[in-house]
């Protein structure tokens, strides 16, 4: 498949698709749980920002990755200052400052690998925060001067994840308000689905 049939596809389909290198995968349907916390998170990110130089996004928001060729829903983006989009498809963000994921059982290993491997090539992403769902727990990684990736972890009900970048920090408090009436995301049996897809909105090929 290529970029513009790939793009033809997302602009007509009611799932959203993740693409890379001629190949094309869905991405299913996220949780109760895993929406909330989304919703959770990008809510507070929102009233942190207001009145400032970022803004945050959604997960309908796609992302490009240009050096690697990937494009992708993060759960919750955040770009700062002019945004800067495709030349083509002028509805996908190139220059993400921060990007969250609610990491799910089917997801994570890609998340935090292959994933970030995509995002660490974007020269405008600083901020990677990775938000569990069975377990009040979040995982922050910041790219510091050398070019290197600092990480911090942040546990339980009355922690906080500072955010240097945005200069603002997230309470663990706020991003688990009221998920906890959401059973947990369990993963997808194998074989379930359709080829090349997981059980989450951050599916892996």
């Not at 803004?55 to 060729?69: D, I, M, P, W, Y």
Request: aromatic share 8%.
């Amino acid at each position: 498949m290529t970029e513009d049939d790939y793009i033809a596809l997302e602009r007509r389909s009611d799932v959203k698709h993740a693409f890379q290198r001629g190949i094309v995968w869905a991405m299913v349907g996220a949780s109760p749980r895993h929406n909330a916390i989304a919703a959770n998170t990008i809510g507070a990110l929102g009233v942190a920002l207001r009145g400032g130089p970022c803004v945050g996004l959604g997960s309908a928001q796609r992302v490009h990755v240009e050096a690697t060729g990937l494009y992708t829903y993060p759960d919750v983006t955040v770009v700062c200052d002019e945004p800067r989009f495709h030349p083509k498809y002028p509805d996908t963000l190139l220059n993400p400052r921060l990007l969250v994921e609610v990491l799910s059982p089917s997801t994570e290993a890609y998340d935090r690998t292959t994933k970030f491997d995509n995002y660490r090539t974007i020269r405008s992403f600083e901020e990677y925060v990775l938000v569990y769902q069975d377990e009040k727990r979040v995982l922050h990684y910041r790219r510091i001067e050398t070019g290197q990736w600092i990480l911090t972890e942040a546990v339980g009900e009355e922690a906080s994840v500072a955010l240097p970048g945005l200069g603002c920090s997230l309470r663990l408090a706020d991003l688990y308000a009221g998920v906890e009436r959401f059973a947990p995301e369990v993963a997808a049996a194998p074989g379930s689905g359709p080829v090349g897809s997981r059980g989450s909105s951050s599916s892996a090929p």
